[in-house]
């Protein structure tokens, strides 16, 4: 039902989350991440909202119930697996609490000056990620 690369390039991390089969370049594995993802559409149109699943409960209470946890319950109601890239990876940052970058993010969303949204964020990341590389 879904699938993504790996996070911040922690193949091993993937791998151990998987059920430990692979098909092609991709770990199988129950779960799922709304940090980057590839679905079909439809499936999310589907009534697949309102599933419950002991293992889900493992969100944080205070955050109700996440769009990351509902999909979550309804695929392991459901028993479909998600997959994992076993090549591409995404860097994965949380906004730190006094970056000007969030706060701008949803200045431009609500001016709805998409372009520079990808533009801001595309500079953003590739500061960060020669960041890490001068860290190596």
Same mark, same amino acid.
């Given at each position: *039902?879904?699938?993504?690369? &790996? ?7 993937? %791998? ?5 089969? %692979? /098909? ?7 779960g799922f991440s709304d940090q980057c993802y590839l679905v079909r559409t ?27 946890k509902r999909i979550d319950s309804f695929m392991r109601s459901k028993g479909?697996?998600?997959? &994992?890239? /076993?090549?591409? &990876? ?14 701008? /993010?949803?200045?431009?969303? =609500? ?6 949204? =990808?533009?801001?964020? *595309?500079?953003?990341?590739?500061? *960060?990620?020669?960041?890490?590389? &001068?860290?190596?």
């Amino acid at each position: *039902m879904s699938q993504n690369p &790996t996070w911040n390039h922690c193949f091993n991390g993937a %791998k151990k989350e998987s059920i430990g089969e %692979k /098909t092609g370049n991709f770990y199988i594995g129950y779960g799922f991440s709304d940090q980057c993802y590839l679905v079909r559409t439809a499936d999310f149109k589907a009534k697949i909202y309102d599933y419950s699943h002991p293992i889900s409960k493992r969100y944080p209470k205070y955050g109700g119930e996440l769009f990351e946890k509902r999909i979550d319950s309804f695929m392991r109601s459901k028993g479909r697996l998600h997959l &994992t890239s /076993t090549k591409e &990876t995404y860097i994965h940052k949380n906004f730190p609490k006094k970056n000007l970058f969030k706060p701008v /993010t949803l200045i431009l969303l =609500k001016l709805k000056w998409h372009y520079l949204i =990808k533009y801001c964020r *595309m500079r953003y990341y590739s500061n *960060m990620f020669k960041q890490l590389l &001068t860290r190596i």
